[in-house]
T-cell receptor
Framework: QQQVKQSPQSLIVQKGGISIINCAYE??????FPWYQQFPGKGPALLIA?????SEKKEGRFTISFNKSAKQFSLHIMDSQPGDSATYFC????????FGTGTRLTVIP | KAGVTQTPRYLIKTRGQQVTLSCSPI?????VSWYQQTPGQGLQFLFE???????NKGNFPGRFSGRQFSNSRSEMNVSTLELGDSALYLC?????????????FGPGTRLTVL
């Protein structure tokens, strides 16, 4: 059973547009929600993370929105660039990380 | 600072064999976690080692085992390989144990079981 559900599976966005990836979870013990970015042939790299005591965290063009009551969180990439084309994974943890299934983002120039 | 290194990068084995994968963490990092990545199941946590002790274990059969040495290097062993074990095995290191300590991933070992 997938502990963290991620959507969409793939996303195509025009350069300069906003990319939005959504994740949902059921386990209320989760208290750490990171997002990872993975390029082909590389391991995932931490992009940004949030804890449930805040509803939003922004780092540059990347923002996590967190809705504790709905048990949902999302990643927004503002002003999307071709270099952002990668696979993005959300994750959640009580102790070890449970990952979503990934979203392949393609940003068209 | 050198990143996480994993050896070998590619491996082909046949069913029933066993395999050992190696991970060298970033210098100074004492925690090493292992993950299996497949197209169907995504990234799944295998186990975490900190100071040579297994701290946490995922939901994998006992054929999957690991260890950590005093220099923090870690090995993962899979015995009696099955076709379904074909995957990218990722190792991640962090300064300390626990979810809040940022994990740095290596490039992975691609295992193919024939």
């Amino acid at each position: 059973q997938q502990q963290v559900k991620q959507s969409p599976q793939s996303l195509i966005v025009q350069k300069g547009g906003i990319s939005i990836i959504n994740c949902a979870y059921e386990n209320t013990a989760f208290d750490y929600f990171p997002w990872y970015q993975q390029f082909p042939g590389k391991g995932p790299a931490l992009l940004i993370a949030i804890r449930p005591d805040v509803s939003e965290k922004k780092e540059g063009r990347f923002t996590i929105s967190f809705n504790k009551s709905a048990k949902q969180f999302s990643l927004h990439i503002m002003d999307s660039q071709p270099g952002d084309s990668a696979t993005y994974f959300c994750a959640a943890a009580p102790n070890n990380l449970f990952f979503g299934t990934g979203t392949r983002l393609t940003v068209i120039p | 600072k050198a990143g996480v290194t994993q050896t070998p990068r590619y491996l082909i084995k046949t069913r029933g064999q066993q395999v050992t994968l190696s991970c060298s963490p970033i210098s100074g990092h004492r925690s090493v976690s292992w993950y299996q990545q497949t197209p169907g199941q995504g990234l799944q946590f295998l186990f975490e080692y900190f100071s040579e002790t297994q701290r946490n274990k995922g939901n994998f059969p006992g054929r999957f085992s690991g260890r950590q040495f005093s220099n923090s290097r870690s090995e993962m062993n899979v015995s009696t390989l099955e076709l379904g074990d074909s995957a990218l095995y990722l190792c991640a290191s962090s300064l300390s144990s626990g979810k809040f300590s940022e994990q740095f991933f290596g490039p992975g070992t691609r295992l193919t079981v024939l």
